[in-house]
């Protein structure tokens, strides 16, 4: 088994296919998009291969430490970020293949005009646990 | 209240109920309630007849479950409360439960699920919290490997090599929890020994023996690995490493060998040294040549290639791995290991670095960063 951070991102990744922004599609289908991430998340909740989603928010601060006593410093947000995080779900498969399989399903979530929005996902592999036999 | 004996029962009592007539899913959900009904009423001290009062009170809790269901539509089911007579327990039907876990329709990580679950006894949220996902999806993981062997035949003929496979992961790959996994699969490997007559049953528990006796030399408390070569071999479980040599030798004298044997046979190699300067690396690769030839896999032909590199030295090493396909994970940190032996100290610590940036997990990851590092203030 292993797991794998499926990342969708605001900005940053290549161009979807079909690249309307969500707030020129009608209410429907953004109620049909909406609905199609849930039954997504409960199928995989379903076969045994849901660990977690969440959504962020696009604008967020960045925080450093300023040395003893002093109260942290933060910035941003910066508008010229190019890579924003939108969210991201956490799944644990039996294979990458399955991996790339889950995601492309995804991906295939409705956009504009009720086709699928090919949006470009990120998958990356979670470190896992050491294993015991080495040699 | 003897929490191992009561999971060490679990199979058995599935085998019994479900020679009584019951399916296996209904049967194992029966025995998880008889299991957690133990855990409450046996505080002090267990019944005179565990299993029998297992048995009992899983037939109750099924009797109750379909009382539940059959109340709900406004019936009335007559039952009795004991269970009807049935066949006595065997070990074979503890086996059958064994197989029909480890069944080849079911996924590896549903088989290792099911496999805690109904013949290890734990509960559905210890196997959760054990490989870092919800409860909620483990539970649809168990009960989704449960339909897809609702077909099985429970006396179906099953195939030990899947068993011992599903075991094998469960000790090799999990996450160092409140559940210790390796122990755990030590426990059923042990059952599954004291039922079968199988030479490479044993080779796989020798196996487990002999790596979990060095278990607390090669994790600091930090959690960080210590390679094998740097290990205080003082702190390896000597009884442990007897038990696993003592098996192993036992079952090698039947010639049969398997690739669980000589995995053991390595790792009995490994542990029969008093210092790493003492490996009888030359044995090692014999083992490696066996173990390649039953296998043909690449992990092993890499594994082969730094022994090589020991016995032989750094060069012979290099040449081995030539022959492995460098897409291999491990492949670079291997590399990396035998370059530095070569004195070629520079390509070295690239390597592990680029090494690093591969690895499959923190704990490598960090061990071979500091290798990199270490080389790189050498080199200054």
Redesign the interface.
Known sequence: ?A?YLLLKHYRGAPEAVNSVPMDQWTPEEITNHVQYMTDFASRL????????GQALAPEGTFVRYDGEGRPPVTDGPFAETKDLIAGWMVI???SYDRAVELAGELSAAPGAGGKPIHEWLELR?F????????? | MDELLLRELTPAVIGILVRRGLDFATAEDAVQEALLQATLSWPDRSPADPKGWLVTVAWRKFLDARRAEVARRERELKAEIEPPPGPPASADDTLQVFFLCAHPSL????A??LTLRAVGGLTTRQIAQA????E???A???S?AKRTVSGVRFESPGDLATVLRVLYLV??????GDVDL?AEAIRLARQVVSITDDEETAGLLA?MLL??AR?RARIRPDGS?VP?AEQNRSLWDTHMIAEGVDLLQRVLQRDRLGEYQA?AA??AL?ADAPRVEETDWVQIVGWYDELLRITDSPVVAL?RAVAVGEADGAPAGLAALAEVDPKLPRHTAASAYLHEKAGDLERAARLYADAAQA???????DHLTRQAARLNQRLR
């Not at chain 2, 490989?131 to 919800?134: A, D, E, I, K």
């Open positions: 088994m797991k909740e379903g076969t045994g291969e849901y660990v977690d644990d498969v039996d592999p470190l896992s646990a050491p294993p015991t036999v080495t040699e | 996924t590896p990580a549903s290792v699920a490989y870092l996902v919800p909620a999806t483990m649809q993981r168990i989704r000790f090799n790959e999990g996450y160092s390796a196996l790596h979990h278990r690995l094998l995995q390595i790792a490994h594994n690895a499959p997990n923190l704990a490598e990851r």
